[in-house]
């Protein structure tokens, strides 16, 4: 199974920015689709933002469209999450995860069937 692990996480002020990294092992991410996920205190998780590796489309959620940008790097089998303009409603526990290349409800999390531990970003007022 494919095993993911996020990076690049921690305290940042408001307006700031920050850089997640999402890197895989025992797969490529080559037939996957890689989503990022978050979940603040007390909250539901939600979707953020996703990629299909396959042929680049995206999409973002509509609190941090404009801001977040994700990417890929095919060379070095990671995805990115660019974090801009951060506020202090980003403080969560980011989750990159992975579903299969055919998912269709790619802003779903329960269609994702692997996920990292987790990072912590922190966004001060």
């Known amino acids: 199974q494919v095993q993911l692990a996020e990076s690049g996480g921690g305290l940042v002020q408001a307006g700031g920015s920050l850089r997640l990294s999402c890197a895989a092992s025992?797969?490529?991410?080559?037939?996957?689709?890689i989503g990022w996920f978050r979940q603040a205190p007390g909250k539901e998780r939600e979707f953020v933002a996703t990629i299909r590796w396959s042929d680049g489309l995206i999409y973002y959620s509509d609190s941090v469209k404009g801001r977040f940008a994700i990417s890929r790097d095919n060379i070095r089998n990671t995805v990115n999450l660019q974090m801009n303009n951060l506020k202090p409603d980003d403080t969560a526990v980011y989750y990159c995860a992975a579903a299969t290349w055919s998912t269709i409800a790619m802003r779903t999390a329960a269609s994702y069937n692997y996920w990292g531990k987790g990072t912590l970003v922190t966004v001060s007022s």
């Open positions: 025992g797969h490529t991410f080559s037939n996957y689709i």
